[in-house]
């Protein structure tokens, strides 16, 4: 059983920059896929980034260029970068695990098994 747990998330400016983090504990860690998705009032959950365990990064398009996914197998913890904030950004963002890693699989919510409690960003304009 893997547990996951986000952290953060605040309230920044539009063009601002944040961080998020997502600890994991509990699996193997390297061995697991890790994502982020979001989810904005009234929207459905949807992909932001996942970086597989054998290393493949994948962006959506309304973030690609602004957020980068990172993970430190060491400390068994994924990162979000997120550059260039925009208010449709805001969101609950999700960090979700799973062990499978192909492209078509890792983009959709229900090939997660794990995920965690969700963290808050507000992008003020």
């Known amino acids: 059983q893997v547990q996951l747990v986000e952290s953060g998330g605040k309230l920044v400016q539009a063009g601002g920059s944040l961080r998020l983090s997502c600890a994991a504990s509990g699996g193997t860690f390297s061995r697991y896929t890790m994502a982020w998705f979001r989810q904005a009032p009234g929207k459905e959950r949807e992909f932001v980034a996942a970086?597989?365990?054998?290393?493949?990064?994948y962006y959506s398009d309304s973030v690609k260029g602004r957020f980068t996914i990172s993970r430190d197998n060491a400390k068994n913890t994924v990162y979000l970068q997120m550059n260039s904030l925009k208010p449709e950004d805001t969101a609950v963002y999700y960090c979700?695990?799973?062990?499978?890693?192909?492209?078509?699989?890792?983009?959709?919510?229900?090939?997660?098994?794990?995920w965690g409690q969700g963290t808050q960003v507000t992008v003020s304009s």
């Open positions: 979700a695990a799973t062990g499978k890693s192909l492209r078509t699989v890792v983009l959709t919510t229900t090939s997660y098994n794990y």
């Open positions: 970086r597989t365990w054998g290393d493949s990064i």
